[in-house]
Structures are given as structure tokens and as C-alpha cells.
């Protein structure tokens, strides 16, 4: 046997509703402080990258110096050293073209993230949206259920029942909006989804 369902157990949903937005919108700063972060992490990536960039041209501006020499047998140069200084180049070239791939991906997570934060709060909003007009509701269906207790005019008692189905309109209009809101939080949350395979697929091992 199903246990009876009270108001009480509504207004407690209603409650438990309430805390829910309150703990999404400590989640919510939470990652919005990770991707200030992210994006700090981003810009030193940028920072590395350029410094490698210019490196390896002052690498190249060597090398040239090199073997322009090496055509000397007098001039101390090894053919082991310009074949290590080209190999040397060619790693920073692939790690200067795999860092930037890598960076991409980042930065690409990081602008999804303050979207997923976007409509996490517009989620947030409509839930707690939701919890007000579903106690209302229920605190109108208690006058009603009151006031046909006390056998009360007819006339009150038809515009309470008209309060309260007004009142019941508004709560499933912010009901479908919730569920709107919802259904874009997962969606934006899937496609970050993606980009986290995408960055974790930018990964390649350089030494």
C-alpha cells in the first residue's frame, strides 16, 4: 500500500527545492573560479610557446652559423652536433605545433565552461522559480481546503478556487521553463563533454 501524500510532503519538496539552488549556485562560483584559472593556465601556455618560438629561431640562427663552419675541417664542429641541433629544432617544432593544438582545446573548454555556468544559472533561476510557485500553490490549496471545511459562501469560496487555479497555471508555466533550462544545461554539459575527449585526443608524448 502507497503511504498517503501530504501538503507537508510538497512543501518539503519545496524546501528541499530551495536548498538544491543553493547549493547549485555555490557550485556555480566554484567553477567559475576554475575557469578564471583555466584561463591563467591558458595565457602561460601562450607565454611558454612564444618563448619556445623564439628559442628555436635563435636554434636555427645557430645551426646556420654551424654549418657554415663545419664546412671547415679546423673549425671544431661535428657533423653530431648539427645533427643533434636539427633534431633538437624538429622536437620544438612539434611540441611548439602539439602545445598549440593542446592550447586550443583549452581555451575552447574554458568558453563552454561560462556558458555551462550561464545556463547552469538560468537552470538555478527556474528551479528556485519552481520551489516559490510550488508552495504557493500548495498554500492555496490549504486556504481552499480550510475554507470548504468552515463551509463558507459559495461565492469565496469559487474565487478561491480561481486564486488557486491561477496560481497552479503560474506553477506549470515555470515548470515548463525549468524543464527548458534543464534540458540546455545537459546539452551544453554533453558538448564540453566532447571537448574534454578532444583535448584529452591533443595530447602527444614529446620529449
Known sequence: MSPIITHEDELELAKMEKELVSQFKKLAKAQSALIGSQKKYAE???????????????FRDVLKQMQTLAREHRSNIKDEEVKLYKEIIQKNDDFIKGNNTYLNAIKDIAVQKE?????????????????????????????????????????????????????????????????????????????????????????????
Open 115 to 207: 556558458y555551462l555556468v550561464q545556463k547552469k544559472e538560468e537552470f538555478v533561476d527556474a528551479l528556485a522559480e519552481v520551489a516559490d510557485r510550488r508552495s504557493n500553490v500548495i498554500k492555496k490549496a490549504l486556504d481552499v481546503e480550510k475554507a470548504k471545511n468552515k463551509l463558507i459562501d459559495g461565492d469565496k469560496l469559487n474565487i478561491l478556487d480561481q486564486q488557486l487555479n491561477d496560481v497552479q497555471r503560474e506553477f506549470d508555466r515555470a515548470r515548463d521553463i525549468l524543464l527548458k533550462k534543464i534540458y540546455q544545461f545537459i546539452e551544453v554539459r554533453d558538448e564540453i563533454n566532447a571537448l574534454w575527449i578532444k583535448l584529452k585526443d591533443s595530447i602527444t608524448e614529446l620529449n
Open 44 to 58: 602561460n601556455i601562450a607565454k611558454m610557446n612564444n618563448s619556445r618560438d623564439i628559442l628555436n629561431r635563435t
